[in-house]
């Protein structure tokens, strides 16, 4: 069974499967987690939520309960009622949202990561960082790639430098993607965008001469998209904004785990202590790094980057250390992890 959203689909191993659908609690209740009255907001809209989730959960039998790890009433919703049923319960770790909830919201988020019999951290920073907090253990587990790394795609001496990004866009990234831009620019390059991100709140952006906006693309079309417009060097850029690091330093880019699919060599801009860049170390060789906004280390790796021998070995590099990303590993980590709950849950 999964709480996570606002539809909510409970299936078992062969495929059966109930969806049920979850209001969203009133306004009035929605307010009131914001502030001093968290604790008493989020129980009461969890509740709600439970009177419509557990009947049908009650009929179909779960035999564990896996939830995002999201400080909403879902979550908790989710968390109490394996409490209830004396269910295991698995939690997914994509984000970490403790500086952004007030006490009462950390309190939860503790409460609930130690209840979880198994705790699946996106990176190895938020797993030592998570059990430095609450004092118990996850799980390291990547985002799941679509697919196996691809091979290596070979590139031409002589072609422009042309940088994919695909995701959203957040305002402490517009710095550097505007460095970026103005050394592609003088380059004879540019910076292809793939996102949903409003192009008003970024218009120095998405009006940049050098930057090929292709749209609000979904994931599965943005390989397509960027080999349309001659992309041959990918791109994940973290938030430079001093409130963000923190946050960026635990949660671990989903793209990064997906370029590895296209074939094609890596540039993370993002400081030092992002999960990116501590990535880019722990592989040494896989990506060409940019941790500062100064604007000569752009300058120097899209110099770089404009030779095909240097693109080639980067890609190489790359789809050398996506090996720890297969699909196929990784699914079955997380199968396991779910079976071993069951078997943990019959003695609960």
């Known amino acids: 069974m999964a709480v996570t959203s606002e539809q909510h689909t409970i299936g078992d191993d062969v495929g059966a499967s109930a969806t049920v659908y979850l209001p969203m609690p009133p306004r009035w209740l929605q307010r009131g987690r914001r502030g001093a009255l968290f604790g008493y907001a989020d129980e009461l809209a969890a509740r709600r939520l439970m009177a419509r989730l557990a009947p049908k959960a009650a009929a179909f039998r779960p035999d564990v309960v896996l939830s995002v790890m999201i400080p909403d009433y879902f979550m908790s919703a989710a968390a109490a009622y394996a409490r209830g049923a004396g269910l295991p319960f698995v939690l997914l770790c994509h984000d970490d949202y403790s500086d952004f909830v007030p006490r009462a919201g950390r ?152 370029y590895s699919t296209f074939g094609l060599p890596l540039l993370v801009v993002a ?28 300058v120097k790796a899209v110099q770089r980057l404009k030779s095909a021998q240097e693109r080639l070995r980067l890609a190489e590099q790359f789809h050398a250390a996506a090996a720890a990303f297969d699909p196929e590993l990784l699914q079955r980590r997380f199968e396991d992890a779910l079976v071993d709950a069951c078997e943990a849950g019959r003695g609960l």
């Open 107 to 258: 309190e939860l988020l503790a409460r609930v990561y130690r209840q979880a019999q198994h705790r699946f951290c996106v990176s190895k920073p938020m797993e030592e960082a998570f059990f430095a907090r609450y004092g118990v253990r996850g799980t390291v587990l990547p985002p799941i790639p679509s697919g196996p790394a691809a091979p290596v795609r070979r590139t031409e001496d002589g072609d422009p430098v042309v940088i994919g990004f695909a995701g959203s866009i957040g305002f402490g990234y517009v710095e550097a993607m505007v460095h970026l831009a103005d050394v592609l620019a003088a380059n004879g390059g540019r910076l292809v965008i793939a996102s949903r991100s409003p192009r008003r709140a970024f218009a120095g952006v998405f009006s940049h001469p050098a930057v090929e906006d292709v749209g609000a693309v979904t994931p599965g079309e943005v390989k397509r998209a960027f080999l349309k417009a001659g992309v041959n060097v990918l791109s994940v850029i973290q938030s430079f904004d001093a409130a963000e690091i923190s946050a960026f330093r635990l949660n671990f880019p989903s793209k990064l785990t997906e």
């Open 271 to 298: 400081p030092e202590n992002s999960s990116a860049s501590i990535w880019v170390r722990q592989n040494a060789g896989s990506a060409l790094a940019v941790h500062g906004l100064i604007p000569g280390e752009f």
